[in-house]
């Protein structure tokens, strides 16, 4: 029987990714390790957690003690776990760091030590930094603008280097945005959605006119499984659905979706180093046979209607510490913001 080693299970696409493996019918041992930070969330694996095949450890990445209980008689990781908010590794890096660089070093070793025959690591195309036109394929260079993404570049350096130097069978994926159910509200589109809901402000950052190329959760899950399948061991892959689009252009699909006031939508001050542009040529991966099944428009239908259904999950999340980072990241700049809508 297959054992899979899923870190970072309890949060927005480990989470996605785990249910999905469970919905197969193939005979497996799944162990989730997750830190459980203020971005992990039990209630994500509701349901799921209590089959007899998932194995939940609640723990850190970083941890080789941790480790060596878990990873024996592992047959492939896929590594999610990470520290994944931009705002949040400009305002404090420290935790990026460790967890995103020195807790990937640590799980390699503890892979290579236990003989793991294959190791998928979740990356991301924020590695690759902004461009203005065409799209970044699997042999640009990295040029990381944000300490997150600097992290998730130290942590991909890290793994190829591992596979170069002891031959450790790694693999890379770079996946675009992502949106979808169960996404934490401090992130762009679950954000716009819930405050829409609540009759808050949409903040949005400089003139709107940023760029990311969204992909919803499910494809995402379906192309890093493919990936760890069928994908060349020492290979990165691109996960890209070529749905570029706008900021502005989402916060208005979602005040449409939703029915909220467009007066909401309220430009503040930007985010510092903030990329322009983010596109994937993902032509590698669909070589492997993997096809998007959620265009932009019916994903982000489906997530507004998954966030109308589920407002206690995501109220008590934005009910606990949320609050604080909302304040000194917004309180500000949207009280700015007011401030000059109401001298014009
Ligand atoms: P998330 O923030 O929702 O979840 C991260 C999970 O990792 C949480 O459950 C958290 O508790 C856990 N974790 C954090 N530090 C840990 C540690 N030291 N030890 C063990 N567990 C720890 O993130 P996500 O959006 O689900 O992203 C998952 C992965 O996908 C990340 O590696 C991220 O860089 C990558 N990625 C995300 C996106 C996106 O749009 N969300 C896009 C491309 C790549
Ligand atoms: P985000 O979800 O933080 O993802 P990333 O920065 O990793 O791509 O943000 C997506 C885009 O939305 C990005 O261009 C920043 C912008 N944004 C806002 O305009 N307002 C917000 O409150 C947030 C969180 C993001």
């Given at each position: 029987?297959?054992?899979?080693l899923v870190?970072?299970?309890?949060?927005?696409?480990g989470s996605c990714?785990?249910?999905m493996?469970l919905?197969?019918k193939?005979?497996?041992?799944i162990?989730?390790?997750?830190k459980?930070?203020y971005?992990?969330?039990?209630?994500?694996?509701?349901?799921?957690i209590?089959?007899?095949?998932?194995?939940?450890?609640k723990?850190?990445?970083c941890?080789?003690?941790?480790?060596d209980?878990?990873?024996?008689?592992?047959?492939i990781i896929?590594?999610?776990?990470a520290?994944?908010?931009?705002?949040?590794s400009?305002?404090?890096?420290?935790?990026?760091?460790?967890?995103?660089?020195?807790g990937t070093y640590?799980?390699?070793?503890k892979?290579?030590?236990?003989?793991v025959?294959?190791?998928?690591q979740?990356?991301?195309d924020?590695?690759?930094?902004?461009l203005?036109k065409?799209k970044?394929s699997?042999?640009?260079?990295?040029e990381?603008?944000?300490?997150?993404?600097?992290?998730k570049s130290?942590?991909?350096?890290?793994v190829?280097?591992f596979?170069?130097?002891?031959?450790?069978?790694?693999?890379?994926?770079?996946?675009?945005?992502?949106?979808?159910?169960f996404?934490h509200?401090?992130?762009?589109?679950?954000?716009?959605?819930?405050?829409?809901?609540?009759?808050?402000?949409?903040?949005?950052?400089?003139?709107?006119?940023?760029?990311?190329?969204?992909?919803?959760?499910?494809?995402?899950?379906?192309?890093i499984?493919?990936v760890?399948?069928?994908g060349?061991?020492?290979?990165?892959?691109?996960?890209?659905?070529?749905?570029?689009?706008?900021?502005?252009?989402?916060a208005?699909?979602?005040?449409?979706?939703?029915?909220?006031?467009?007066?909401?939508?309220?430009?503040?001050t930007?985010r510092p180093?903030?990329?322009?542009?983010?596109?994937?040529?993902?032509?590698?991966?669909?070589s492997?046979?993997?096809?998007?099944?959620y265009?932009?428009?019916?994903?982000?239908?489906?997530?507004v209607?998954?966030?109308?259904?589920?407002?206690?999950w995501?109220?008590?999340?934005?009910?606990?510490s949320?609050?604080?980072?909302?304040?000194?990241?917004?309180?500000?700049?949207i009280?700015?913001?007011r401030?000059?809508?109401?001298?014009?």
């Open positions: 029987m297959k054992k899979i870190t970072g299970g309890a949060g927005f696409i990714f785990v249910k493996l919905k197969r193939s005979r497996k041992h162990v989730i390790l997750d459980l930070t971005a992990g969330n039990i209630k994500n694996l509701e349901g799921y209590d089959r007899d095949c998932v194995e939940f450890v723990g850190d990445i941890s080789t003690r941790l480790l209980n878990v990873v024996p008689g592992v047959d896929y590594n999610f776990a520290e994944t908010h931009v705002d949040r400009i305002l404090k890096g420290a935790s990026f760091v460790r967890t995103d660089v020195m640590t799980l390699l070793q892979a290579l030590e236990y003989k025959s294959r190791f998928v979740v990356s991301t924020e590695v690759y930094g902004s203005d065409g970044f699997e042999n640009d260079p990295i990381p603008n944000s300490p997150y993404s600097a992290s130290g942590a991909d350096l890290l190829r280097a596979y170069k130097t002891y031959g450790l069978p790694a693999i890379i994926t770079r996946s675009s945005n992502n949106y979808g159910p996404q509200p401090e992130k762009f589109i679950p954000l716009f959605i819930t405050n829409a809901l609540e009759g808050k402000p949409l903040p949005i950052y400089g003139d709107g006119k940023n760029v990311r190329d969204w992909i919803y959760v499910e494809d995402n899950c379906r192309a499984d493919i760890g399948r069928r060349k061991i020492g290979q990165v892959y691109n996960i890209g659905a070529a749905e570029e689009k706008e900021n502005v252009y989402i208005r699909k979602i005040i449409k979706f939703t029915g909220a006031d467009k007066n909401l939508l309220t430009f503040i930007d180093g903030h990329d322009r542009r983010y596109a994937l040529c993902a032509r590698k991966l669909k492997l046979g993997w096809k998007k099944e265009t932009f428009n019916k994903g982000l239908g489906k997530t209607k998954w966030y109308q259904e589920n407002k206690e995501w109220q008590e999340v934005k009910r606990g949320f609050k604080k980072y909302y304040r000194k990241m917004y309180g500000k700049r009280a700015a913001s401030e000059e809508k109401a001298k014009k």
